[in-house]
Every structure is written in C-alpha cells, then in structure tokens.
Nanobody
C-alpha cells in the first residue's frame, strides 16, 4: 500500500519559514513527479508546486513563486517544500500527492501550517 507521510507543519509568525517533508514508501518514488497541494478552510484544494521525477524541473503557483521551493531526494524517497516569507494567507493544510501511470491518485494525511502573529 502506497504511503505518503507529511511532516514539518506548525505555527509560524508572518515572515517566517518552515520546511515540509513528505516521506514516500511502497512505490518506485524516483519514477514519478510529485506535487504539493494546500487547502485553506472554506477554499478548494490548490496546487502549490510540482517537481519532475529527476528534480530537473519545477513549477509553482503564482501565489508562492519566489517564496517556496520544492525539492526531492530520490535516495531518501522524500520530497520537500521550503517555505519562506510566509504570509497569513499561506495558512492551510498541506498535502503531498502523485498520480501513477495506472490512474491512481495518492495523497498523504496532510500537515497543518498556520501563519499568525
């Protein structure tokens, strides 16, 4: 059974930083692009960032460009989201995700990020 386990969320002041991690297991991590999504209360889930299987290409939502960085370590089966210059509007539950070639859509349990003074 595929597992995605996020960690690293918490409470941070505006302007602060957090680094989220997503530990993957029970699938061939290095062959799949990985995504980070977020969902704020009362809002739809939003794609935040994507990284290709090799890490050679990344894309970001306009709302986080220049502040967030997605990366991966295929030796550790882990994808990261470095979040800098955090704003209150970044408050959300953050999820890692991937789609496999068979159409499976896999999600972690999420980690809460709260940006507040």
């Amino acid at each position: 059974q595929v597992q995605l386990v996020e960690s690293g969320g918490g409470l941070v002041q505006p302007g602060g930083s957090l680094r989220l991690s997503c530990a993957a297991s029970r699938f061939t991590f290095r062959t799949y692009a990985m995504n980070w999504y977020r969902q704020a209360p009362g809002k739809e889930r939003e794609l935040v960032a994507t990284i290709t299987n090799t890490g050679g290409s990344t894309t970001y939502a306009d709302s986080v460009k220049g502040r967030f960085t997605i990366s991966r370590d295929n030796a550790k089966n882990t994808v990261y989201l470095q979040m800098n210059s955090l704003k209150p509007e970044d408050t959300a539950v953050y999820y890692c995700n991937f789609l496999n070639w068979g159409g499976g859509d896999y999600w972690g349990q999420g980690t809460q990020v709260t940006v507040s003074s």
